[in-house]
Every structure is written in C-alpha cells, then in structure tokens.
C-alpha cells in the first residue's frame, strides 16, 4: 500500500529558531501533498496545499512567510517552521495524493517549541 | 465555524456489540465523505468511504450511512474489537475539490 514518511517524528526547539519537517510519499508519487495541524483534542486543520512545482495554495488564517512549504519533487514536500513561537507547538501531519486522488497520510511531526 | 461535527467525543462499547459513530455536517457542497481512524502521535488511517450518489457502503465490520437530507452520516462498526480502539474523524470535500474538512473526533473504547 501506499507509504508516507514524515521525518522527523518528534522536535524540540527554542523559540526564535526554524525547524524544517520533510514528508516523502515513499513508493508512489504525488504531484499535490497537503499540510495539517493538529491541536490537542482537536480536530485536523488543513494549513495548506502543495503543488510539486508551483507555490503553495495557503488556507485562510495561515501565515505563508511563516510556514514556508517547498514541493521540490514528486515524492517530497517540506514545511519549515521559521521563528517559531511556543503556540507554534502542535502535531503536523501531511499527506499525500495518488493518481486515484486517495489521500494517504504521514506519521506527523510533534513540535514543541520552548 | 466547524463545518464538519461530531457531537461525541467519546464513546464507550462492549466487545462483540455494534459501534456507532455519527456525524454531521453544514455545507451542502460537501458530496464526497470519509472516515479515518487514528491512533495517538500517529497519521490517520483511512478507513472507508462514501459519495454522495450513494446511501450506504460497506467494507468488512465496518459500514458507512449516508442521510444527505439531513446532513448526517454514521459509521457502523460490527462487531466491535480490543482493536478498534482509537479516535475516528469523518471528514468531507466538495465535488472536484481534494481538500479534506474534519470533524473534530471520536474517541471509541472497546471494553473486553
């Protein structure tokens, strides 16, 4: 089936740094992968869309110089946290679509920024 | 505004009965719905879905209903296994469009 990686599983940073989260479709490739987040308790909020060439298609409220989101192939999307704050704190998940359009989801990435 | 709800958050089941999980939703562009299952620090794991030019689908134990009437949808899960246990989101997307809108969570215990 398909396989989605996202590296890494688990960050720590201080406040003010940029954390970098890759997520990589491992045995299919995906011209479009999306971007999530997810708080505590809550549901799975999509942050942005990532088209392999072309910018990405932000979603409503989110900050695209602060979420800087890079689909270099077809196989790999990048999101970077750049000086992240404390409230940046949360799971990040992204996902991958086939050519059958099925989405298949990654592990996600917990950040926690100090 | 939650365009996509799920009006219980936990829902406790004896193994071997039926699990029900509903949701709801507001937007009437939504015609395409899913169901995930996710365990913590973990992606969601699709699970089964369903278009809106049917009522009903079903897959093994699990079987997704589709009222577009009233804007509902359930997932039946049966019988319910140890294994079962996780959080379950529906979510929805208009027609043509990829984007997902989730729910906000099921939390389904399955008691031995």
């Known amino acids: 089936g398909a396989v989605v990686s996202q590296h890494p599983s688990r960050v720590i940073c201080k406040s003010g740094t940029s954390v970098k989260i890759e997520c990589r479709s491992l045995d299919f490739q995906a011209t479009t992968m999306f971007w999530y987040r997810q708080f505590p308790k809550q549901s799975l909020m999509l942050m942005a869309t990532?088209?392999?060439?072309?910018?990405?298609?932000?979603e409503q409220g989110v900050e695209k110089d602060k979420f800087l989101i890079n689909h270099a192939s077809l196989t790999l999307s990048t999101l970077t946290v750049t000086s992240a704050h404390p409230e940046d704190s949360s799971f990040y998940i992204c996902?991958?679509?086939?050519?059958?359009?099925?989405?298949?989801f990654g592990p996600g990435t917990r950040l926690t920024v100090t | 505004d939650q365009q996509v709800k799920q009006n219980s958050p936990s829902l406790s089941v004896q193994e071997g009965r039926i699990s029900i999980l509903n949701c709801d939703y507001t937007?009437?562009?939504?015609?395409?719905f899913l169901w995930y299952k996710k365990y913590p620090a973990e992606g969601p794991t699709f699970l089964i879905s369903i278009s809106s030019i049917k009522d009903k689908n079903e897959d093994g134990r699990f079987t997704v209903f589709l009222n577009k009437s009233a804007k509902h949808l359930s997932l039946h899960i049966v019988p319910s296994q140890p294994g079962d246990s996780a959080v379950y989101f529906c979510a929805a997307s208009p027609s043509g469009n990829e984007k997902l809108t989730f729910g906000t969570g099921t939390r389904l215990t399955i008691i031995p």
């Open positions: 990532s088209n392999e060439g072309s910018k990405a298609t932000y």
């Open positions: 937007n009437s562009m939504f015609d395409y």
């Open positions: 996902s991958a679509r086939d050519t059958r359009y099925e989405q298949y």
